[in-house]
């Protein structure tokens, strides 16, 4: 499977984890430029959640959590700000999915990790 079919089945993955646990996808691949692509954004309580979605198939270079670099933080938080002007958000959060597909299908959620 090659990276984009990878990160495609981790995005869906991501989607279904999500709705299961109650929230509710507004977007997804929302894209400002380039460099900035909103991988999801959904809501639950009244929250705006901006979710970055890592996925590998396999940990041996490395896992998800990795591959989120400071340059990447800063392309998510400048679309992050364009999307909360343009919808005049209150109240957002920025969290990370991180799936790894074999050996098994690993799930890990890491809420709010700051803007």
Do not use: W
């Not at 999500?18 to 900035?36: T, V």
């Not at 700000?81 to 098994?104: A, S």
Request: with cysteine; net charge positive.
């Amino acid at each position: 499977m090659d990276n984009k079919k990878i990160g495609s089945a981790g995005e869906d993955l991501a989607c279904r984890y999500l709705a299961k646990r109650g929230y509710q996808i507004l977007e997804k691949n929302k894209h400002y430029s380039r460099f900035c692509e909103l991988d999801i954004i959904a809501q639950k309580n009244g929250c705006v959640v901006f979710v970055e979605v890592k996925t590998r198939n396999t940990e041996g270079y490395g896992t998800p959590f990795e591959a989120i670099t400071q340059t990447k933080l800063q392309h998510l938080k400048t679309g992050i700000m364009t999307y909360i002007n343009e919808h005049k958000i209150k109240k957002y959060r920025l969290d990370v999915i991180g799936i790894t597909l074999k050996p098994e299908i690993k799930i890990e959620h890491k809420k709010n990790i700051g803007l």
